[in-house]
């Protein structure tokens, strides 16, 4: 078992780098980078899944979001399999961190049709994401959705800013994800992975505008409470 992992090892993109440049070239500082980052987006959204807990609530929080972030993360784990990168893999695993907050959603607001469809398009992504060949042009498809989602979070919280109310938004989780996306677009850059370049770019954006409107959001109730 030892030896079959040293060889797994030995075979990941991080490894090869290590042999050829050492520890100190741009690729190994970038992934250890990423992986700061990969434990800050975890803490993000352990923050998110407490608030969601904490309210017995998940007002304000994009329920599509959160179901697809639980699939995609898991999907990502066998794509970073299938390039031989470490780094992917761990990221991959912040699926069992999302785990509770979809739970929770379910227990304190249920799930209505529509989620649960969304729920099941949403898990062919695994399966289809180990058989498919051409990997790259999937996981395309996944971060193109996965934007949507993300956008559909921004929409909630122009809602709550909007209402004056940020209900169970957790700003760390959306600050987590957007600095993550630094690192992971100059990462992508250093290994020539033009899809996370892209996605990483606008979800950047994205996500800069969502925590605008949690902001004003959260200012608009705080002017409500002092009246």
Known sequence: ????????????????????????????????GTVFFTCLQGYGAWKQCRTIWQKRSGKGVSVMMILFSFYYFVAFIFYGLSNASVVMVFNGLLSLIFLPSV???????????????????????????????????????????????????????????????????????????????????????SIGNWVLKIFNSLS???LSIALIFWWLAKKKADRKTQL
């Open 103 to 189: 739970i929770g959603i379910w227990r304190f607001q249920g799930f209505k049709i529509l989620e649960w469809t969304y729920s099941l398009v949403f898990a062919a992504t695994i399966p289809t994401m180990v058989l498919v060949n051409d990997k790259d042009s999937f996981l395309l498809i996944l971060l193109a959705i996965a934007l949507g989602t993300m956008i559909s979070q921004t929409v909630e919280a122009y809602k709550a800013w909007k209402k004056g109310d940020p209900g169970a938004i957790e700003p760390k989780f959306l600050a987590a994800f957007l600095f993550a996306n630094i690192f992971w677009f100059f990462y992508a850059l």
């Open 1 to 32: 078992m030892s030896e079959w992992l040293i060889s797994v090892l030995k075979s990941t993109i991080e490894y090869q780098e290590i042999v050829v440049k050492g520890f100190f070239s741009a690729k190994i500082f970038l992934a250890l």
């Open 204 to 206: 950047f954006t994205n």
